[in-house]
């Protein structure tokens, strides 16, 4: 029985269209998006096999110069981004300053390139997020200004889960006809799941409100369950398809956590808001209305499902 499924680029061509204003540009963007993502995806794929993790100028097995990984996906991103014609300011976690592609175009971009990138050596999962404001001269803009945000995860299966304030849609990657196709339709992070996500390693290095809201969930009559991968695409799409509870916080040796705002708080926290959760930051503020002050700034981040996030905040 024939049965047609929807590609990503069909699906966000449609979702276009419901703009009576679109031009066209949103959806030229986020093809040059894909376009990468499937590339990187197969050298992902093939990391192991070529030594690729050498470091940036050593040879492979067949004696070919290699770039690692994050330096050639970082690379080819932004080639793209160039590419696709529609950018303004194009910024990386790469690097320490944003590229003015021209001035004119429509979106700014913001994209780490490979996050969780140390997992690539032990094959865990790692991924690409991005996020995309409108370009109106300032680089700098809150979470709340995002046109749309997203990631990709490399893992069993390569999926491209993204927004664009329309809920959130995923598409997983069929390596034999080389599409995203859309297999995950408007995703809803459940209300409540007895699921902690955290880096226990840093638990007496926590602010006291988080150590006494670790303490009372492990003594709850069904003990909450750890799952942490320490790869945050990884740890973010577990929580928004399965519920839970994500926490990357302060510590006394990183007082701000570890996760940048401009590139990976951001675009996880308007994620997760399409998808009915909450997410939070110092004093159980939204991220999303942090005014940024620099794009290295990193920020503490609480994230998943709305009822998790409540009681969290019990404990403030
Ligand atoms: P990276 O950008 O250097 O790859 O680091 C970000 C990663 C996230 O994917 C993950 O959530 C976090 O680091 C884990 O950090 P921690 O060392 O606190 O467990
Ligand atoms: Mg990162």
């Known amino acids: 029985m024939y049965r047609h499924i929807t590609t990503l680029t069909e699906f966000v061509v449609a979702q276009e269209k ?55 996906s970082d690379k080819l991103l932004f080639d793209m981004l160039k590419d ?82 329309q809920g959130v849609h995923g598409f997983t990657l069929d390596p034999t006809i080389g599409s995203f196709l859309h297999s995950h339709e408007n995703i809803r992070v459940p209300e409540t799941k007895n699921y902690y996500s955290i880096n226990d390693g840093n638990v007496e290095l926590f602010e006291d409100s988080m150590q006494r809201y670790l303490t009372s969930i492990k003594k709850e009559e069904k003990p909450y369950q750890s799952r942490y991968v320490g790869s945050m695409v990884a740890d973010v799409h577990r929580t928004l398809l399965k519920g839970g509870i994500f926490m990357n916080p302060a510590n006394k040796k990183r007082p701000t956590g570890k996760l940048r705002l401009m590139y990976e708080v951001n675009p996880m926290s308007y994620l997760i808001e399409q998808a009915g959760g909450s997410a939070v930051s110092s004093q159980g503020k939204s991220p999303l209305d942090i005014e940024p002050q620099n794009l290295t700034q990193r920020v503490p981040i609480v994230l998943g499902s709305k009822k998790e996030i409540e009681k969290y905040l019990t404990f403030l």
């Open 18 to 72: 419901k703009n009576p204003h679109a031009t066209g540009s949103f959806t030229l963007l986020l093809t040059h998006i894909e376009n990468a993502v499937k590339i990187i995806a197969s050298h992902v794929k093939r990391s192991g096999l070529v030594d690729i993790l050498g470091k940036t100028g050593a040879t492979n097995a067949y004696d070919e110069e290699v770039m690692k990984l994050d330096d050639f």
């Open 84 to 165: 696709s014609g529609q950018v303004g300011y194009v910024a990386s976690e790469e690097k320490e300053e944003p590229v003015c592609v021209d001035k004119k175009g429509k979106y700014n971009v913001f994209f780490d390139p490979l996050d969780g990138s140390s997992n690539i050596d032990v094959n865990i999962n790692i991924g690409t997020i991005f996020s995309i404001y409108q370009n109106k001269g300032d680089v700098l803009q809150e979470g709340r200004k995002q046109v749309a945000a997203g990631y990709v995860l490399y893992g069993s299966s390569v999926m491209f889960v993204y927004s664009s304030g």
